[in-house]
């Protein structure tokens, strides 16, 4: 069973460009998350979607940061512009259902913002 | 309003020894409790959960236990090996349908 994969692994972006993570979930996952992790922390939900409908994205920065997850399959995240404590790993993770399951995550986009 | 909390940076312990890594909640609607690992340039991958309804559950040498009255729950590795070193996040499943991380311990198995 192929994992979560997400693309790029590395970005390197100034500050006030924008950028965009894809991310395509385990087949037939029906929820997809965007977690942000700041060095040092834990990862912070940024955006839950549960097929193509939002469920959670009160933690998500809307006047920089928009997400979409079309057909209910792959979802990108973009920042548009990028500040420079943005810099973080983006991980995407889904899972079958919504609560009291696991969830799994691809390896995680680091941005750094200079 | 850090939910899930995980008071204790870092870890070290002897190879063969027993790591035991804390974690305390806040939120008694939590019912069901994961751990993850996650080494450097890798997301986390799953490790060990468990339901409000256990107060353990174990796989191979991995054990976690719940204290419901006292929101704490802990993993337990025996015997600890050096490629256990790793950063552990405790996560709960919110009554929202949130999965919450705690901020991580980072555990150090020395040879």
């Known amino acids: 069973e192929a994992g979560v994969a997400q693309s790029p692994r590395y970005k390197i972006i100034e500050k006030r460009q924008s950028v965009a993570f894809w991310c395509n979930p385990i087949s037939g996952h029906a929820t997809l998350y965007w977690y942000q992790q700041i060095l040092g922390q834990g990862p912070k939900l940024l955006i839950q979607f549960q097929n193509n409908g939002v469920v959670d994205d009160s933690q998500l920065p809307k006047d920089r940061f928009s997400a979409e997850r079309l057909k209910g399959v792959d979802s990108t995240l973009k920042i548009q512009p990028a500040k420079l404590e943005d810099s973080a790993v983006y991980l995407c993770a889904s899972s079958a259902r919504n609560g009291n399951t696991e969830a799994f995550f691809g390896q995680g986009t680091r941005l750094t913002v200079v | 309003d850090q939910q899930v909390k995980q008071n204790s940076p870092s870890l070290s312990v002897q190879e063969g020894r027993i790591s035991i890594l804390n974690c305390d909640y806040t939120?008694?609607?939590?019912?069901?409790f994961l751990w993850y690992k996650k080494y450097p340039a890798e997301g986390p991958t799953f490790l060990i959960s468990?339901?409000?309804?256990?107060d353990k559950n174990e796989d191979g040498r991995f054990t976690v236990f719940l204290n419901k009255s006292a929101k704490h729950l802990s993993l337990h590795i025996v015997p600890s090996q050096p490629g256990d070193s790793a950063v552990y996040f405790c996560?709960?499943?919110?009554?929202?349908?949130?999965?919450?991380f705690g901020q991580g311990t980072t555990l150090q198995v020395k040879p």
């Open positions: 468990i339901s409000s309804i256990k």
């Open positions: 996560a709960a499943w919110g009554n929202t349908g949130k999965l919450i």
């Open positions: 939120n008694s609607m939590f019912d069901y």
